[in-house]
């Protein structure tokens, strides 16, 4: 079940990456233009970091940012409609990579800082990007993630590790099937950080205005170097 699911991820997002960017560009995610985008940004302003790595980088947006604070960006995906508008608009070295094969070779460079800004939705490949993540991080480097928290996704479903069904609920019809995702509680996220090499500095929990309840959980994260 864990591999079949993993390949309708990468399935469904390059059937869905054309309405994807046209949301994007057209700022119709409300949670993103609200919250999130502003959270990841400020979170990451207060990393002092010269290089990064964007892991999932979609067409781009947050590499580009990156950018022109100065900071040097390699941008990494695995669709490649993404990639290629993301090298068209610039701001990065943009590579088409999967997870599993993230290496000092594919990557072509160590970084000070790792992002995964809402990319990591599998089970087997995020795990396994947490570890191969670690050599590609400077001495004393960060590894910073964004995701659904655990308390407000978890909707009516038990509050237990597993595969649940995507959803482009609200977001325009133009999207086909939604992606499969697995559900972590947050037990289980300290734990992944801890068990693969990874101090917790901080957690952030942004707020909706509107609705009053958290609309992500951002993690940040140090290397532990031995």
Not at 8 to 21: G, R
Not at 113 to 130: D, K, P, T
């Amino acid at each position: 079940m864990t591999l079949l699911n993993e390949q309708l991820i990468l399935q469904a997002w390059n059937h869905n990456a054309s309405p994807w960017i046209e949301a994007l560009e057209a700022r119709e995610i409300a949670s993103r233009e609200l919250v999130t985008n502003q959270a990841i940004l400020e979170t990451l302003q207060n990393i002092p970091s010269r290089s990064v790595l964007d892991l999932g980088c979609g067409e781009g947006w947050l590499s580009r940012a990156l950018a022109n604070q100065g900071r040097n960006v390699v941008g990494v995906d695995a669709v490649p409609m993404f990639l290629e508008t993301a090298k068209a608009k610039g701001g990065g070295d943009f590579k088409l990579c999967r997870y599993e094969h993230i290496c000092r070779r594919t990557v072509g460079t160590t970084v000070d800082l790792a992002v995964a800004n809402f990319s990591l939705l599998g089970r087997q490949s995020v795990e396994l990007v947490f570890r191969r993540l670690r050599p590609l991080l400077n001495y004393g480097g960060h590894f910073v993630v964004q995701t659904l928290h655990p308390h407000t996704s978890c909707g009516d479903m038990p509050y237990e590790d597993g595969w649940r069904e995507g959803s482009w609920a609200g977001i325009s019809e133009r999207f086909k099937e939604a992606a499969p995702w697995y559900f972590r509680t947050l037990e289980t996220w300290l734990q992944l950080f801890s068990e693969t090499g990874y101090s917790l500095q901080s957690v952030r929990e942004p707020i909706n205005p509107n609705t009053r309840k958290a609309a992500s959980i951002i993690f940040v994260a140090q290397k532990i170097d031995v």
